[in-house]
């Protein structure tokens, strides 16, 4: 399949969840959230892309994710959200990739996790993605934001990372910080925390 529909991803990714600070998904594979669960928005923004021949440059999207437990556990419900600027061809080919129905890593493993699913839905996104500040919205609907570590002692920033040398399952390196809003309400989804797990990263994912 991953022949057949090639497709190649370089985007922003701003990644914020329900665990505490350092995310137990990122070390150990479970959760660190207060309910034993995940819960995430994840914003994209594609710096250079492509499916077949269709550029997929400069769209965005977001995915919204509500685990009982472990996401490798799956029985999750989500939904994705497509900016309103991507024409229906390019609508199409983002679905088709991120539904892993073209094949490729993470997606092709992450579209096993749920038992109910949303989208695409067409919105108007609205994303900023910064190192430690990035913000995420979609009116009325959701919302995430970004903030350093402060230091308790100094008051300086901490500027940390987390880095996967040998490649990690979303990411390879990434700003780590906490979330100032993550928030969403529609259909079956939603929740509201703040200081939870953040971090922003750009992600490299080809299916060829």
Same mark, same amino acid.
């Given at each position: 399949m991953s022949n057949e529909y090639p497709w190649a991803l370089s985007m922003h990714q701003i990644e914020s969840c329900s665990c505490s600070h350092g995310c137990g998904c990122q070390f150990g594979g479970f959760?660190? #959230? =207060?309910?034993?669960?995940?819960?995430?928005?994840?914003?994209?923004? +594609?710096?250079?892309?492509?499916?077949?021949?269709?550029?997929?440059?400069g769209l965005k999207a977001v995915f919204v994710a509500m685990w009982p437990k472990a996401m490798h556990d799956g029985g999750g419900k989500g939904a994705l959200?497509?900016?309103?600027?991507?024409?229906?061809?390019?609508?199409t080919a983002l679905a088709t990739i991120f539904s892993g129905q073209a094949g490729g890593m993470p997606v092709e493993a992450i579209a096993?996790?749920?038992?109910?699913?949303?989208?695409?839905?067409? #919105? =108007?996104?609205?994303?900023?993605?910064?190192?430690?500040?990035?913000? +995420?919205?979609?009116s009325g609907i959701l919302e995430a934001g970004q903030t350093p570590h402060i230091n308790p002692v100094t008051g300086e920033e901490n500027r940390v990372h987390i880095t996967f040398p040998g490649g990690g399952f979303m990411w390879n390196d990434g700003f780590v910080g906490k979330t100032?809003?993550?928030?969403?309400?529609?259909?079956?989804?939603?929740?509201?925390?703040?200081?939870?797990?953040?971090a922003k990263a750009t992600v490299n994912w080809p299916n060829a």
């Open positions: 959760p660190s #959230s =207060d309910n034993g669960g995940c819960d995430a928005i994840l914003g994209w923004q +594609v710096i250079k892309g492509h499916f077949n021949d269709l550029d997929l440059s959200f497509i900016d309103r600027v991507a024409t229906e061809e390019q609508v096993t996790l749920f038992s109910e699913f949303d989208g695409p839905i067409i #919105s =108007d996104i609205e994303m900023d993605p910064q190192d430690h500040t990035s913000t +995420v919205s979609i100032t809003s993550l928030k969403v309400e529609h259909g079956n989804l939603s929740f509201n925390y703040s200081d939870t797990f953040a």
